[in-house]
């Protein structure tokens, strides 16, 4: 993994990780030091949705599924960045304040249809809601139309660490862009395969998915003040 001048490194565990995780430490003397890190089972729910648009739940026409599988690699090549810069260590916030309506490993039905499990929190938000950085980074992708997740935008915010922004109704940063905690980025929409106005945060180490909310609080009851945050 990289570590930075300073000492700075990250570990992060995804949904289905084992229950244990050992991490070889190599000092300056050449020394090495082994830990064995215990990772603590979770139960995740099951939700349901329905009343999607066919098209969007099953796709069988082979230009849709190419078109899938080319933005599918333009994301993931987007969070394979790996760079230097530490900009995780300002601190994490939510990117919007609203109601948590999806939650991260929950198995999903989509039409009574079971998919793969989501790697997001959904917080829902009246369109045209502000989405503000939740952190430090830089713009790596942004793009208004993907096939399912609509107006995409990918902040990397250094050492592989990354957050994506999924269904939005407008991008307002752009890509190779430095953007700063509490920062406005986009606006929240309803693109994509989307049953309604919301954003869908999702938080990569790599190809690794994290759970975003591990990195934040409780859900604030009122937007914070972006001009509070970048004083």
């Keep these: 993994m990289r570590v930075s001048e300073e000492g700075w490194f990250l ?3 995804g949904r289905d990780a084992a229950p244990e995780a050992e991490v070889v430490v190599t000092g300056p003397d050449g020394g090495r030091e082994r830990l064995v890190l215990a990772v603590s089972p979770r139960e995740y729910r099951i939700e349901r949705i329905d009343g999607l648009p066919a098209a969007k739940v099953t796709t069988r026409d082979d230009e849709e599924l190419a078109r899938i599988d080319r933005e599918a690699s333009r994301v993931a090549e987007a969070r394979m960045i790996d760079d230097p810069r530490t900009d995780f260590r300002s601190g ?9 309506s999806g939650v991260y490993g929950s198995l999903r039905i989509l039409n009574g249809e079971p998919r793969q499990p989501h790697y997001g929190v959904d917080i829902a938000a009246p369109a ?3 989405v503000r950085a939740p952190a430090d980074g830089l713009v790596t992708l942004a793009e208004p139309d993907l096939f399912l997740s609509g107006g995409t935008l990918v902040v990397d915010h250094g050492h592989g660490l ?5 269904h939005l109704s407008r991008i307002l ?4 862009e430095r953007v700063w905690k509490g920062s406005d980025i986009a606006e ?3 693109t994509g395969r989307a049953t309604g106005p919301h954003l869908d945060w999702r938080v990569n180490l790599f190809e690794r998915r994290l759970d975003p909310a591990l990195l934040v609080g409780p859900m604030p009851n009122e937007p914070v003040d972006a001009r509070s945050e970048l004083a």
């Design 128 to 130: 045209g809601t502000k």
């Design 162 to 166: 990354s957050s994506t922004f999924l």
């Design 11 to 13: 570990v992060g565990f």
């Design 173 to 176: 940063a752009k890509p190779g």
């Design 188 to 190: 929240v929409g309803a």
């Design 92 to 100: 994490f916030r939510w990117p919007v304040a609203g109601r948590i």
